[in-house]
Structures are given as structure tokens and as C-alpha cells.
């Protein structure tokens, strides 16, 4: 039984080796025709056709780059006409507002943590106020809301959380 099986076995190596020599010798045969039926070179070259070299482009012409410069500059990828750039009137510098970096429970009380733009971190409790001037009006585990110096609201949330977090 052993036997018949390396029989088996060698007898379709064998055979795929003879398949894949016939489909190599099929493939240079036709290459070989397609030479000797084309040749190299393109027949229109051979025949007194345009030769390879006769062709040439035109000189370009002057160059406004000031004028594109500008078009660009005035106009956004995705505009068809040149837009026209309007300028705001500038106002008052508005007072950066701190940025909420979390909530924690010390000692019994819940105290808003926030980091100034210039990278200080402040703490304050529900009704305290911060070094920068803005009053705590509320805290909740997942939100706080304030009002800054000029009485202007704020409210930061953490994390888009849901809002019933603890009974």
C-alpha cells in the first residue's frame, strides 16, 4: 500500500513538472512568432512615417505670476469664483478661558480642577472663585458650569459621559 502511494505521489510530480515545461516552451514559441511577425520597432517608423525626433513645443510665453499669486491667496480649494477677503473690525482681546481637566471629591467636597492657557492648574469648589477671577456655579461628576469676570457662562464637560451617573 506504502508503495503505490510514492508511486502515486511521484507519478503527479512528475506530471506537473512535464505540464509546467510544456506551458515554458508554448510561451517562448509564441514570443518567437510575435518577433519575427513585428519586429522592434513600430511599423508607422518603419514605413517613412514622422521620425521620433521631428517633433517640438512652442516657446512659452510670459509668465504673471503676481497676478496668480494673488488669485490663489484670495481663493479657497473648493471656491469656483475669487472670493472677496473681508476684513473684521477688531474688538476687544477676549480672556482665554481655563480648560476643565477634571472633577475630584477631597474631604467631603467636590472640587473642579482646570488648567490655565499659560499650562497653570487651578482647584476651586462649588461658590469658590479662581485665581483668574471666574466663580463656580455648579459641579456634577461629569460637568462643571462658571461665569468668568465679565459674566459671561461657561460650562466644560468630561468626556461626553451621560449625565446620571450617581443617584
Known amino acids: 500500500m506504502r508503495r503505490e ?16 515545461v510544456r506551458l515554458a516552451m508554448m510561451a517562448a514559441a509564441l514570443g518567437a512568432l510575435g518577433f519575427l511577425l513585428f519586429g522592434t ?23 504673471a505670476l503676481d497676478a496668480a499669486q494673488a ?23 477676549k480672556k ?14 467636590t472640587i473642579a480642577v482646570f488648567q490655565t492657557p499659560d499650562g497653570r492648574r487651578l482647584r476651586a469648589a462649588q461658590g469658590e472663585s479662581l485665581e483668574t477671577g471666574e466663580r463656580i456655579d ?20 468630561l468626556f461626553d459621559a451621560p449625565q446620571n451617573l450617581l443617584p
Open 41 to 63: 520597432t513600430p511599423r508607422s517608423l518603419e514605413d517613412g512615417g514622422a521620425s521620433v525626433n521631428d517633433w517640438s513645443l512652442e516657446a512659452p510665453g510670459p509668465l
Open 5 to 20: 502511494l510514492r508511486l502515486a505521489f511521484a507519478h503527479t510530480k512528475h506530471a506537473l513538472k512535464l505540464q509546467s
Open 96 to 109: 482665554p478661558v481655563p480648560r476643565l481637566l477634571g472633577v475630584i471629591t477631597e474631604a467631603g467636597r
Open 138 to 157: 455648579e459641579i456634577s461628576p461629569t460637568h462643571v458650569r462658571w461665569v468668568d469676570g465679565d459674566n459671561g457662562a461657561h460650562e466644560a464637560r
Open 71 to 93: 488669485t490663489l491667496q484670495a481663493t479657497p480649494f473648493w471656491a469656483s469664483q475669487p472670493v472677496a477677503v473681508a476684513v473684521a473690525e477688531a474688538g476687544p482681546a
